[in-house]
């Protein structure tokens, strides 16, 4: 399946057509795609953000990042703003197997081909924004979440600007989200159903030992230790407090282990230009699998 048509009805840049209210009016911009590579050209400020945002604010990303419409996605005409707007999404291409996952909204065009409608609507009112997504072949349709939902989420290729972001190590590594989600790092359990260590967790586990013994046995490590205990004991607690602090790594988790990699090119920092290119290598595989995969199921 893929996405055929896009419309949008006062988003951003682009208002109405032939009506002053959403439901009686043409979309302010509509296009079609072709299966395969599509591609946007225009001119700085000529709406291809706003194209690209539609299309992730309805269907969200695989990435989990957090997108919320704010007063200046309304369409402005004037001094004033619209009070609702609607962007629709429309996947055409099934096949059965594909189909199958959305039994409760997919519907049929003129030809008898499978068809699948989602939007979103949101209004404005006392300052607050209340969006809505639904899915199906007429204008009600049905509340659309859950699996079907996350089956629809799309890969967002960030701007050249967040690859550092993304690439690097941290709580928001986008690195990390891939690599949990892939076959090797899922939880696996034993006969009995208790929980198997990962092998990576093994070897961080004695890692995080050979810290902690150097700050333990270690004649520099010691010192550093004493003088931190020193400190606590002398001007931190109370005189009957028998506390002693210790240097070690806390994370043993495999998830918090993700997050300490880092995807690298070179030995060197790696320029912007180089840290897209790792980010787009790093995104593609798991769309390049679900890909193989419909090929598959259609043989």
Known sequence: MYLSELKIWNFRKYGLKKGNKIENAQPGFEVKFKKGVNVLVGENDSGKTAIIDAIRYVLKTQSQEF??????????????????????????????????????????????????????????????????????????????EGEARDLLRVIYLKPLRDALTDMTHGRKSRLAQILKNLKAFKTEFDDVGSKKQHKLEKHHEEYSGQVVDYFKKDKKGKKITRAINGFLTDDFLFKNEDRKAGIKIDKDEISEILRDLDLVLEENKSGLGSLNLLCMAAELPPLARASLARVLRMQ
């Open 67 to 144: 997108i919320q419409l704010d007063e200046k996605d309304f369409y402005k005409v004037g001094t004033e703003r619209a009070t609702d707007l609607k962007i629709e999404c429309t996947f055409s291409g099934f096949s059965a197997a594909d189909a199958g996952h959305f039994l409760e909204w997919i519907g049929f065009d003129e030809d008898g081909k499978y068809k699948l409608k989602i939007w979103l609507t949101a209004n404005r009112k006392d300052n607050n924004i209340y969006p809505r997504v639904s899915a199906g072949v007429d204008l009600d349709g049905n509340y659309m």
